[in-house]
């Protein structure tokens, strides 16, 4: 059983690998068309993404530009382009559309404004056959291009392209067609006099319709992924079905278990002792084996191109790998030596859970208050969550000077509060809480040892089944023995499962 | 009360994060605009920000061009700019002032200065009606703009600008009219051949005078924000009042039992066992509520658009969360386990706080130090503050070998200092003071362990409590009852405050 | 002896700062080379590599820009470049080759795919000579020069110069003649409309051939690095033949002992006896001292031009430096107190290694999953190599902002994912784990201390020795003697080896 | 005295403060000319030193612009430069030296090379005044300026300017005159193709000598400098005369205990006895007195602009300021609960530094294998002293990804190397040496604690100064009365001191 577990285990490894390059390859295929992208319609842009935007501009001037050269650049794409891209056979060109509010008028220098802020959206259509003639130049210079700034929100010019990837063909693997569908995004929602420029491509991958290919023999080792795979689901399966049976029997002989001790002894089997039943390994392996299944099953369908949910099956086959890895160390608590450590993380996880409430308490005040006072000060302090993972850091020593100085100071009052806040939070969790956490694995790893030397303290499950070797020879055999045996049986289960 | 109290904490916070999302929308504009201006008026401004100033220039050349470069992006900001901006109406226009000493001559190759340093402001408006007439001309044309740099202190260009923010209406609030007050400062003070050129922009918010808006129903929500405040503020009103009470009852019981102790056993009672009659934790709510309370009115104000102090008022409410959330931890405090933890942080802190004092000294001997003989080879040590906030960071284990390499290699003398410096600053606190931290609270947790196994160290006041429930039927029940029954009233306050 | 040793340790460490500086005359020649030649012969070359390449094109018009720039510079190579440099002699010029599919057709459009995925290779050679000639123009504007992107796979000019390098003379040492093989890649390979542009400069030292110094008298202290090195080999060779008798000895001594014991009590002696035998010491020493030897070797063949391979050289002669150093900790250990620490290190460092496999499971889980579920939205996370660096980064608190900031905002789902993942594995790592290494260590100190007062516990070996003394005057004087003896003599050994 | 002292002590930090103050404006003017100038006088710089030079060149044509560049901004420096600069009245000029190898002929192709080694230095001086002329002009086409690259070692283009400051004139102190000497080096030592700039800046301060200014009275608060200073030094005198008499006295008083000691009980007196006497706080006094008295007078020589050694005297007052401020802990260790703290630092600091020393054997070994090993592969190891602050930054958790990134993938060998040359040093260094220091503070920590409960082990001293109180009126009274007397004035003179 063990050797089973093992060899599936590589399998699953080795299968789960081949699947993390396939994913790479089809992403860093995703990623360069970007990129390109952003460097082909951008104008200015730096191949430095500033924030979530690509770029900004300042300028009418720079505006109409940056319009006007998205549409050039994709008139002449195909001299231009290195890669191998196409429009969309449908003709559904270049579209813009600007989003505006209703016509008014403001005036801010006598602070009047008269607006309907119901908005509007006007587009147009360039097609990439008009491009070059007399219309499109009509098109470009009609009235739609006379952009009122005061009342404009945004501008969102979008188009579809298609592409091959061709670097599948080294692997042996047929090539995909992609379908592109980039979106530019001219962002004036602020009226700030800043316009964010953003940059979305939305990729689809289907397999190329008609496709002839020479010189080579392709999708050969994709048989034998698929057999891999199917081998993994099936040792999963097996691992699964096991392990469920013995928790079900060991959540039976509990029930027997606690029965028989009210009868005999007239008293409640303790919550610890009722726990001690189940092992917490055979949880794991069953959370795991069920998290394999349904991520091996997602792989094979995304491989045969029916789904392209790769994140979902990525967290389910990664998070499966983490527990399958984790659950070796089970293996590991059977050397007296390495028993200590993984019962003094046992023991204690609760007292470090507990007081991580307690610290969790003050960090999550520490956080609101940064947020609301340093937030707009402070590029660290902008949402909450990017102020827990700024605090996170700070606690574990990280980027404290870079934090310190990043503060803007222009209101002392705020400059003071940052640095009171700054040091009293860091001060607080590294020298008192971290301090804390030592002390308390210290302590926990101490009494473990002394256990360990001088026997564990005795529950009433532990009595009990260490009378059940002594006494077993007296008059009480009318019940016992089963139960004697269920325990017996409960570890030889364990060991069918081990060997 | 416990539940009143819990549903007011949740109002309080859902109210704060509206409080920050709205204070987050105003500061994101202001500080939008300040970089669109930044753009605009500032050549060759890159969109980073040296030290504290925007740029910097070198040659007589680029300070005439940046000048002139200001007014004429001024003259055409309507053609240019992409926001809602436009000159003050009152035609204050654009002002220059120069600063320079009264005139003198300067040789420096024959060491010779002949100067009169008090110092003269010469000023010029431009206003933008006459920037396209011949007047205008005339002006830039005067020898004002023939700058004598050897005498030249400053030139300050400032002019404002008014502007609307629209995006308040996405929020269904009223929109605001903001006027931007801009002063560029061509800063030679230190005639060091290096003018620094600092934009500042001071904005003021004031409600629209004359607004039409059509197409959609505003302002609604602010009323359920003015509820929510009002009952935010009403449920701390009501929870100072009920931790004042019984905060001035436990100090009249204090008095009565140091009274009663000094007439009945000749002994004063000692500083803690007095200190033990005030909740600490009742004091941490008065405080907070107090905060919330004014920091609520302030919110209030500022809504209504009668107070633009977004600090101080932020500072109030951040400061009262911070409290709010730290006071969770006293119903952790309830369970025994979660008691250890909070017990020994109180015992700890002392200790901590003393020895913080010993290697505070230390850390200021080090701050001095650095600061005079580093200060002017290492941009980290150039003010004192800087290098408290760098030795902290290096105490942590941050940013140590920017810090090491970042020192200047001019002077072998203050090179050899600086390593000598860094290497022992950095042992001694590293692997000496955390470690005793570490050493402190092990210790303080390893006591309170034992003392939970073993019993607390008897108090006056606790043994006296303790007969207090025995003894009460001897012969000393004059006047021992009340106090008895004050300890009960004590207890059963707090039962009150806490159900 | 350990006169002897101290002292060859001396000439080692001379001989070692000998051989680096001049290793780093060397590398920083062939480095500052390198960098020349990306400045002359890539187009828009920043100074800064990206990745892994050089700089990356994004259309047609730099590739062909880029390809003709290359020729150009090569063209007039000696009017521009500031190094000695020249054409290889042989007239083997400049050489593009260009590698495409064979000839097919795509239409992204259509979904459409027609191509021999069988790859060509076309070259074209331009000497130097023939550069300005209308030969070369010819062949510039030939059909070779019309690159079809759509089936392009890469580009690669390569070109061999040659150089001399004079700064050796300053330490008076012969001029070393380099020959620089370049090649510079464009890479289509991924048909992602970016292509990728690498750099490669491969170097081959030889002695000039044909030099005529005037001036100055060279090559005179090689003769005293001859001596030096002679002499250090020599010692090492000295201190290893002492070491290898010395284990050899205490091996059969051990085999003695072991018989011995066997015959008299019979008992078999425990593993950790019999390894006490065999001092660590001596071990470390001898691979030390065969590491110097046959570093030093290399040295002097790598300083008579016979061999390149410095990194080999480097490595063994850097290893054997730690061990050296390492190995006076030796002598340290015979003082009392210094020997607790050494203790401590000996007693903790396998507990430590058990526990480092526990927390190893748990770490090849999270690298693998992060690898998994991260890698297509994190730099970091792209290989596993990475993945491992990036969390041990985060476990000592380095980086850990960068990291939390890093991760792209794509998808909600893995952006969940990745702070579940971030927030556990630090917290798990840093507080649990990192805590009980401190456990770990600070009990095997107590223990080591404890152990110091009190007696270490007697094993067999002990007692025979402590009997030894006492014991030798009774009868079983048969045998034992001459182990007693043996003993003196393991003693006297290390007596004869230390002094 | 303690107020004598305490007031001192704030003087003297005043002092501090101004010197520092003053300091950094001396600099602050010395560094903004420096970075005005290589604006002025290099051509593309960029405003970022590259590792110590300020720009590299890499074509013929780059080094003939720069350098007539300067020349050419050095002409019109006057109608360029934004300071107060002038050109050196004596007319030294713009001096131009060339040094190259003597004639000879390099054929990299051939691998020949025939040279002359001996080097030749020619220089051009081009006078302000001549530069408008007809003989600049033949000079500048002269064959001087055809540089043969091959044989070219260094250009060095020096010239002074003078300038004033007048920024001290705000502090009412008279302005400084400056010369700064100005160096611009071609550095092609290398011959690598790569031509380094490095630009100096020497400066020299001189009192203007020829001023007149009107409007304000200057030199004011520089009297009260002159009586502060002169307190400090006055203060610092009386304490080190107070404490050096204290230590003689201490001293004799040892000998003469010795000597009873010897004499009545035939014992010599333990070496930590003897050490007792003496106060270790009052060497430090003394050290920091001496030091603060030096630096004082250097201080006030620098303010009287005799000597420019800044240097040596922030030296001097900054380590004694450190010295000031650690003294003060003296003063803490009067309190029961603070000396806990500071008798641990004192306990465990011996075992720290004892410690140090094997893991310093361990650190060393490392940094040399590094250094070897990674220095042509690594910027952070490539010489010594930087290797030792990376594996210092390592082993606090700084900059970990980095280092490991930063590794150049050329020689997978050494990359694999490096990987475990990494893992293993700050595993070491963090998981074992790190825990292991505080394991020596948490055990000296524990011992001191059980030290002040029941009692510190009792030296000769102190048992002998036990028993002077009881059996002074023992028989003995002939030599001890004196003794204990002493030690009564021992302690009277620790009062005199402290009061």
């Not at 994913?23 to 500033?50: C, I, M, P, R």
């Not at 600007?98 to 602070?111: E, F, I, R, V």
């Not at 587009?123 to 070059?132: D, F, H, S």
């Not at 302590?443 to 040892?449: E, G, L, N, Q």
Request: charged letters at 20%; a neutral charge; one cysteine or more.
């Amino acid at each position: 059983m063990l050797l089973l577990e093992q060899y599936s285990q590589l399998c699953f490894s080795c299968q789960l690998i081949f699947f993390g390059l396939s994913n790479q390859l089809v992403v860093s295929f995703k990623e360069e068309n970007t990129v390109a992208f952003k460097h082909l319609f951008l104008k200015g842009y730096s191949g430095v993404d500033e924030d979530d935007y690509s770029c900004s501009i300042y300028t009418q001037q720079d505006a109409y530009d940056s319009i006007f050269y998205v549409i050039n650049q994709y008139k002449q794409l195909k001299n231009i382009s290195l890669g191998t891209l196409g429009y969309e056979h449908d003709g559904s060109g270049l579209k813009i559309c600007k989003q505006q509010y209703k016509k008014g008028a403001m005036l801010p220098s006598n602070d009047t404004l008269n607006i309907d802020i119901s908005t509007e959206t006007e587009c147009i259509v360039l097609k990439p056959q008009e491009l070059a003639s007399k219309k499109a130049e009509l098109k470009l210079n009609s009235s739609f291009f006379n952009l009122e700034f005061y009342r404009l929100i945004q501008v969102e010019i979008s188009f579809k392209l298609k592409g091959i990837a061709l670097q599948t063909i080294h692997a042996r693997e047929l090539p995909d067609c992609y379908a592109f569908q980039n979106t530019i995004t001219f962002n004036n929602r602020a009226h700030s006099g800043k316009i964010k420029i953003y940059f979305d491509s939305d990729t689809d991958i289907q397999e190329c319709k008609d496709w002839h290919i020479l010189g080579s023999v392709l999708q050969k080792n994709s048989q034998y992924i698929l057999v891999f795979d199917g081998f993994v689901i099936l040792s999963c399966l097996a691992s699964l079905i096991l392990c469920t049976r013995s928790i079900v029997l060991a959540l039976r002989l509990q029930k027997r278990f606690v029965n028989f001790f009210l009868e005999k002894y007239k008293r409640h089997v303790c919550h610890a002792d009722r726990l001690e039943f189940i092992n917490g390994w055979y949880v794991l392996v069953i959370i795991s084996d069920v998290m394999t299944i349904i991520g091996s099953i997602l792989k094979m369908e995304i491989k045969a191109k029916n789904l392209t949910s790769y994140d979902v099956c990525s967290i389910l086959l990664g998070t499966s790998t983490l527990f399958v890895w984790v659950g070796v160390i089970r293996y590991l608590g059977y050397f007296q030596t390495y028993n200590v450590l993984i019962l003094t993380m046992q023991a204690s996880l609760p007292k470090v859970l507990r007081f991580c409430c307690c610290a969790g308490m003050i960090y999550l005040g520490y956080t609101f208050c940064g947020w609301i006072v340093l937030g707009p000060y402070h590029e660290k302090f902008e949402d909450l969550n990017t102020v827990a993972e700024c605090l996170f850091s700070l606690v574990n020593g990280d980027d404290m000077f870079a934090t310190f100085a990043q503060i803007q100071q222009k209101s002392t009052l705020v400059w003071v509060f940052s640095r009171l806040y700054l040091y009293s939070f860091i001060s607080l969790f590294i020298y008192m809480i971290l301090s804390l956490f030592i002390a308390l694995i210290t302590d926990s790893y101490d009494t473990i040892k002394k256990y360990q030397q001088s026997g564990f303290p005795v529950t009433d499950l532990h009595e009990f089944l260490k009378d059940c070797g002594n006494v077993s020879y007296r008059k009480e055999q009318a019940s016992m023995p089963s139960i004697c045996c269920c325990r017996r049986r409960l570890s030889d289960d364990n060991l069918i499962l081990i060997n």
